[in-house]
């Protein structure tokens, strides 16, 4: 577990952190919604690893890559899924690890630290005749091995309502 020292933080990202009211709220719905709060730089940075990565190029290997999703980049595929990405590539871990995701966690948890469980790049392209694609999320079967589990949904793009993004429902997660 990483200790997380709120003391430590710099006030521009303390200001950004949920404060009690939102964390109440959470714990009665079971979901966060946060303001944006990670610099265009970082979102950018990521932007150019996932590119990278898609290219092949790492700046990390992990030591077993067996039994995780690990897709090529093909136009052809709607939906591309790979793991521990954050692992892999230091733009990605920059974005994944950032102090502001990983203390959002920590207070919407009511603990002090995090614990890395794993990540996924879901890359879904426009829809074409021959290769559609659904993306679907459903963490209540791990969520009982891990509590409390919480999932962070990054976008990295501008993502409005008709393009189907992440729907949470009251108290689904709880």
Known sequence: MRALSFADLPEEIMEH????EQISNYEKKGWHISPKMICDQVLYAAL???KDFYQGKTDFMLSAQSRIADDDFNEDQAIKNNEFVTLRKKELQN???HPLITGTAALLARTSGTRFFADSLLMKTPEKQKSKGIVGIQARHIGPLVHPMLTAWIPLQDCEIDMGPLVYLDESLL
């Open 17 to 20: 952190l949920p404060n009690d």
């Open 48 to 50: 150019d690893g996932v």
């Open 95 to 97: 974005l994944g690890f």
